[in-house]
């Protein structure tokens, strides 16, 4: 069964630290990741991929990949208010027509 | 780039109507749409993946007969709540994937919100 989980959070920073977001994934054939933001009462956003091991970064955004470890993070730097959302790590997993979602990582930045 | 198009974004209507929701490709051509239905405070669920000329693919306990879809062009998928009910009132979400390229993300509409007075 594909399952890719996150922590439910909310996880609280406060303004100008960094917000580290953890995402596992159980298939080991997985080949692409992603990380979406999604605003209250919004849909999601795409702000990063990553299709190999290693960091990729992206202004304050860095996405970070393990697959031997079946691992995938993004850290926001410098997080500011407006980065309070909720996280989905998606995967995408060979065979399956559409991503699969994580539940999400609710962040919070304090001012 | 990548940009999906989703109308309406809100819908406030009588119980027992029925609701017309568009999602558009804008600019790339997309065999596959996905629906996905969010409560409050809660998580994506995936409805349906709409297939352009062909059946839609529902997960398990949707009613196929009360959320009707059609992807009639590369561009173009419809989702319509039948007779819909206050309990079908959610946010709907659309999203598509470039056709062609399985590594590439799904890109999302803005939504659409229904309530069903």
């Known amino acids: 069964q594909k399952e890719v989980e996150q922590n439910s959070g909310p996880l609280s920073v406060p303004e100008g630290a960094i917000a580290s977001l953890n995402c596992t994934y159980s298939?080991?054939?997985?080949?692409?990741f992603f990380w979406y933001r999604q605003y209250s009462g919004k849909s999601p956003e795409l702000i990063m991929s990553?299709?190999?091991?290693g960091d990729k970064e992206d202004g304050r955004f860095t996405a970070q990949l393990n697959k031997a470890s079946q691992y995938v993070s993004l850290l926001i730097r410098d997080s500011q208010p407006s980065d309070s959302a909720t996280y989905l790590c998606?995967?995408?997993?060979?065979?399956?027509?559409?991503?699969?979602f994580g539940k999400g990582t609710m962040l919070l930045v304090s001012p | 780039g990548a940009v999906v198009s989703q109308h309406p974004s809100r819908v406030i209507c009588k119980s027992g109507t029925s609701v017309k929701i568009e999602c558009r490709s804008l600019?790339?051509?997309?065999?596959?749409m996905f629906w996905y239905r969010q409560f409050p405070k809660q998580s994506l669920m995936l409805m349906a993946t709409?297939?352009?000329?062909?059946?839609?693919?529902?997960e398990q306990g949707v009613e196929k007969d009360k959320f009707l879809i059609n992807h009639a062009s590369l561009t173009l998928s419809t989702l319509t709540v039948t007779s819909a009910h206050p309990e079908d009132s959610s946010f709907y979400i659309c999203?598509?994937?470039?056709?062609?390229?399985?590594?590439?993300?799904?890109?999302f509409g803005d939504g659409t919100r229904l309530s069903i007075l």
């Open positions: 999203s598509a994937r470039e056709s062609g390229y399985s590594n590439q993300p799904q890109h």
């Open positions: 298939d080991r054939v997985s080949q692409s």
């Open positions: 990553i299709y190999s091991n």
């Open positions: 998606a995967v995408n997993i060979p065979g399956y027509s559409t991503l699969t």
């Open positions: 600019d790339f051509q997309a065999t596959t």
């Open positions: 709409s297939n352009e000329g062909s059946k839609a693919t529902y």
